[in-house]
């Protein structure tokens, strides 16, 4: 077999401090798997210093910050004991590999499961929270929407507190569309002025169910001048990683008195969350109520 020429390779020629200067500064960590691909020198390199798992770390700090690694670098069955420190840095690395692949934003879908509960409802069960899973206001031409109760004084806010479908999602965007009251006179939109959200895990879902990780937003304006009611959508600026499966999303001030009762209400008819849930190979258990988290990885086997 003839003998490869490593002359023109700069891993070869570099200090290893400049090389892993260079790779560490990819954008993305799925771009060390590409890089891993181009020689065997270049695989080695990168599974050796773990560049891929220190890119994963620093595109998502939330994961270090909220989440136990250590499962997904120790040994867990016998060969793996027996094996060799490469063995397992190989591991390592395949590992942060599919995490890298499974936060993709590329592929976004629809991350709401359940609509757990709101601070307020007018009508229950005819106008509760269950009803902004449904895309639009009107189900078989029934008006659907979530209603709070009624309010003399404009600043009194809202929540509504919903729980993602895995425990872990990468959120680019939120949309909420405000209820247009199309069965009153003047059609009037019981809209908020702002909203904001909040993203993490339930520290004690028996004490109280705003208690929040730190991980929120900045305020955005729900509405502009014209109070119109299609479904608003908020990029963020970056995906944010949502580590423990909830989404709050808190309604801040009301524009809307009803004529009937003079009273202020906030209406909405449909919120959605637009990101990536991890894929099936990785689960998140919750450690209560210190809100740390356990990332598994399961092999496609252990799946089936």
Same mark, same amino acid.
């Given at each position: 077999?003839? $003998?490869? #020429? ?19 500064? /990819?954008?993305?960590?799925? #771009? ?26 620093? $595109?998502? @700090?939330?994961?270090?910050?909220? *989440? ?33 692949? %499974? ?8 991350? /709401? ?43 009194? @806010?809202?929540?509504? /507190?919903?729980?993602? *479908? ?27 002025? %702002? ?29 502009? #001048? ?6 608003? $959508?908020?990029? /963020? ?17 009301? *524009? ?23 894929? @099936? ?24």
């Amino acid at each position: 077999m003839p $003998k490869v #020429d490593n002359s023109g390779d700069f891993i070869f020629w570099f200090a290893e401090e400049i090389s892993m200067k260079i790779l560490t500064n /990819l954008d993305d960590p799925s #771009d060390v798997v590409r890089v891993s691909s181009v020689s065997k020198l270049w695989r080695q390199f990168v599974i050796e210093h773990d560049i891929c798992k220190q890119l994963c770390l620093k $595109k998502f @700090p939330e994961i270090s910050g909220a *989440v136990e690694l250590n499962n997904l670098i120790e040994p867990v069955d016998i060969g793996l004991r027996n094996g060799t420190e490469f063995e397992l840095l190989k591991r390592n690395h395949k590992i942060f590999s599919f995490l890298a692949k %499974a936060l993709s934003p590329v592929i976004t879908n629809d991350c /709401l499961s359940t609509a757990i509960s709101a601070s307020s409802t007018d009508n229950y069960p005819t106008e509760s929270i269950v009803h902004t899973l449904q895309p639009g206001d009107r189900n078989q031409n029934v008006a659907s929407y979530w209603s709070s109760s009624g309010q003399h004084e404009p600043s009194v @806010p809202e929540t509504l /507190l919903y729980e993602l *479908v895995t425990k872990m999602c990468l959120v680019s965007e939120i949309h909420v569309q405000p209820f247009q009251a199309y069965f009153q006179h003047r059609y009037p939109i019981y809209s908020c002025k %702002a909203v904001r959200f909040k993203m993490g895990h339930l520290r004690n879902l028996g004490e109280s169910d705003t208690d929040f990780s730190d991980n929120e937003s900045e305020d955005h304006t729900l509405l502009d #001048d014209r109070f119109e009611s299609f479904l608003q $959508k908020f990029e /963020l600026p970056e995906p944010a990683l949502c580590v423990g499966g909830y989404l709050l999303v808190e309604l801040l001030g009301r *524009v809307q008195k009803q004529e009937i009762d003079d009273l202020y209400y906030i209406c909405i008819a449909h919120v959605q969350i637009v990101g990536r849930p991890l894929l @099936p190979t990785f689960d998140v258990e919750m450690h209560e109520p210190s809100g740390k988290c356990l990332l598994k990885h399961y092999s496609e086997t252990e799946i089936e």
